[in-house]
């Protein structure tokens, strides 16, 4: 490779220079904490496999083939293949898409719905406030998993009804985010800058105020994308997922439970895969929050300098 | 004092008692088809007559607006009437009871054995700060919250079933009747609730510890000349203890989808199973009662967190 100055004038220099740094910053992250180092390794290959994966996969990932039914892994199928010839391989990388598609949409829908409901509430404060938090404690109490379970059972799957589901228990979560994130903010000088200079309020909600809470959403959306990835499994191994032609990892280990004494690959390799990929995006929240906020340097590989706080944390971000 | 903290945590209730069943009530709704017609037993486009079609959506009340309906609703879930199961043709409410008991076997059986692996593991974890002893629970940690519940269910059946042939995979004998056939069949999924719970617990257990460890009261004890072992076991392990009980409360929403999901691997007799059976053959009332029923649990175990917390820690009521 030809190595280029970057012509730091020109448009394109500045944004080359821009992403430079950035990949810098991520680097020197991942060298300074393990967890960043190996969750985004992982979390690197599990999206190259699911953009690239599927076109280069070996076999088709949902046409039979009955001469190789139950083949236990061998060399021309790496992790053998299924109750119909399918090759589980091919298949565990088509999952992977909708892995992550789901939990994406759900991830970012549970923002978009939970975000404007915090910002409102510590916006106008007052009545809207109060009921605003009544109304999340109450779905914070909520067993979020049986909800899900009820939704998608009575609306039947689709993609939008999964991400839906999947989201709501999570609202609350934004929502609060984005509340304590906005009353701490509002106060503060750059804020009373712009408004003396006559934006709108909504204008410094979104390109003032948001900015500057953007961190712990990230943070949270990053551990959200595992809980969201391990519902919908969770959803389809329980027989309330897409169901063909999409191919999800929970229901592939669905389908294995009735072969695991004649054939364990098949329940096997799907279940490393859903752990693989959960493990990464829990590894890279965990690190990223110590990272971006040092008053929660009480996670799992730094012992915290304590002052007492409260717990801002809980399980409930857990998972269903 | 106390009578009156939990008195006004009782009150506090209410409003959240409201929103979680309108949510309820509000998603029965979009089950799919007119209720009239279900109720009526005319599915597949029969001919009713318009009488006999008004008649029954006034029995069910469904003419009303629907804040009355809403009521009307609450008050029988709040007399316990839930309706009555269609696929077991009984009242709703006995099919949960009936399923109840081999849930709570689980649930509290899970709990108590989560408390007993978690709270001394995250305190040697903490104590023994950045050892290998707390690296291994800090793995364990990381590995319970990432392998998905069904999975590690189907793993353990996989090895201690299949493999070694020590337990049975799946099924359920009530312990009056022969006892250790009970134990047998609890054994798996037990283990595999207590597992999930005791990962959490642990790390708030761990963290809690971590940070109590830094506080003016222990440099206090120190001072005074208590032994180590009476500082952190003692002194401590109270304090975060309060901590531990709030995690174990706010599990109980969690619990509720796990055991869904653990009832379901092991074909074990409880609510969750009955619960995902009922979604399978449409008995959606049977599907709101017990989704209600689990809600009132999550807010009843939390009402009783509440004051145990008041107990703990005579602060709290004066706040």
């Known amino acids: ?320 | 004092m106390l009578i009156r903290y939990a008195a006004m945590r009782l009150v506090q209730l209410v409003p959240m008692v409201l929103v979680v069943t309108m949510v309820v009530f509000f998603v029965m709704m979009i089950v799919p088809g007119d209720p009239v017609m279900v109720m009526l037993g005319a599915v597949d486009g029969a001919q009713i007559s318009q009488e006999v079609y008004d008649a029954m959506r006034m029995r069910l009340g469904l003419d009303q607006p629907l804040i009355v309906q809403y009521v009307n609703w609450l008050w029988n879930m709040l007399q316990g009437d839930l309706g009555s199961s269609i696929t077991y043709r009984t009242p709703a409410l006995e099919v949960i009871l009936h399923r109840l008991v081999p849930t709570m076997y689980l649930m509290v059986g899970g709990i108590i054995m989560a408390v007993i692996i978690a709270v001394p593991a995250g305190v040697l974890a903490a104590i023994h700060n950045n050892t290998k002893w707390d690296n291994l629970a800090t793995g364990f940690v990381i590995v319970g919250i990432s392998v998905p519940t069904f999975w590690l269910a189907l793993v353990t059946i996989l090895i201690f079933a299949v493999y070694l042939g020590w337990l049975p995979s799946i099924g359920y004998t009530p312990p009056q009747k022969d006892f250790v056939d009970f134990l047998r069949h609890l054994a798996l999924p037990l283990t595999v609730v207590a597992l999930n719970i005791a990962a959490t617990v642990l790390r708030f257990q761990r963290q809690d510890f971590l940070e109590q460890m830094h506080q003016d009261y222990v440099r206090t004890a120190r001072a005074k000349g208590l032994s180590e072992r009476v500082v952190l076991w003692k002194h401590v392990l109270r304090n975060s203890l309060i901590t531990t009980l709030t995690v174990v409360g706010l599990q109980m929403a969690y619990l509720s989808g796990l055991i869904t999901i653990v009832e379901t691997v092991f074909n074990y007799p409880g609510i969750g199973y009955l619960l995902l059976n009922s979604i399978h053959t449409r008995d959606f009332v049977v599907v709101q009662g017990v989704v209600l029923f689990m809600v009132f649990l999550v807010i009843v175990v939390n009402l009783l967190v509440d004051i145990l917390y008041a107990v703990l820690d005579p602060r709290i009521r004066y706040q």
């Open chain 1, 1 to 320: 490779m030809k190595a280029r100055v970057i012509d730091d004038s020109s448009i394109f220099g500045r944004l080359a220079w821009r992403s430079l740094s950035v990949t810098r910053t991520i680097i020197a992250f991942a060298r300074r904490d393990r967890r960043a180092m190996v969750g985004g390794i992982l979390l690197i290959l599990y999206i190259l496999v699911a953009l690239v994966g599927p076109s280069i996969a070996p076999y088709d990932s949902n046409s039979p083939e009955l001469a190789v039914r139950m083949q236990a892994p061998s060399w021309a199928h790496w992790l053998g293949t299924d109750r119909i010839g399918r090759d589980v391989l091919t298949r565990i990388i088509a999952g992977s898409q909708i892995s992550l598609q789901v939990a994406a949409g759900a991830v970012v829908m549970a923002l978009i719905l939970g975000a404007p409901l915090g910002a409102l509430g510590s916006y106008l404060g007052g009545v809207v406030d109060s009921l605003v938090q009544r109304v999340m404690d109450a779905i914070m109490a909520f067993p979020s998993l049986v909800l899900a379970l009820a939704l998608v059972a009575l609306a039947g799957p689709s993609v939008i009804m999964l991400w839906f589901a999947i989201a709501f228990s999570s609202i609350p979560r934004y929502a609060r985010l984005v509340r304590s994130g906005v009353l701490t903010q509002k106060e503060r000088e750059y804020v009373y800058a712009a408004r003396a200079m006559g934006q709108s309020s909504m204008r410094i909600l979104v390109r003032q105020i948001l900015p500057n809470i953007m961190a712990p959403i990230a943070v949270q959306l990053t551990l959200d994308f595992a809980r969201a990835i391990s519902v919908e499994a969770a959803l389809s191994y329980l027989g309330l997922g897409l169901s063909v032609p999409y191919i999800s990892w929970g229901t592939m280990i669905r389908d294995a439970q009735d072969f695991l004494e004649v054939a364990p690959w098949l329940a096997i390799f799907p279940g490393l895969a859903l752990v693989g990929v959960i493990l990464a995006f829990t590894l890279v929240g965990d690190a990223l929050r110590d990272l971006m906020d040092p008053r929660m340097r009480r996670s799992l590989n730094t012992p915290g300098q304590r002052i007492g706080i409260g717990h801002a944390d809980h399980p409930g971000a857990l998972g269903s």
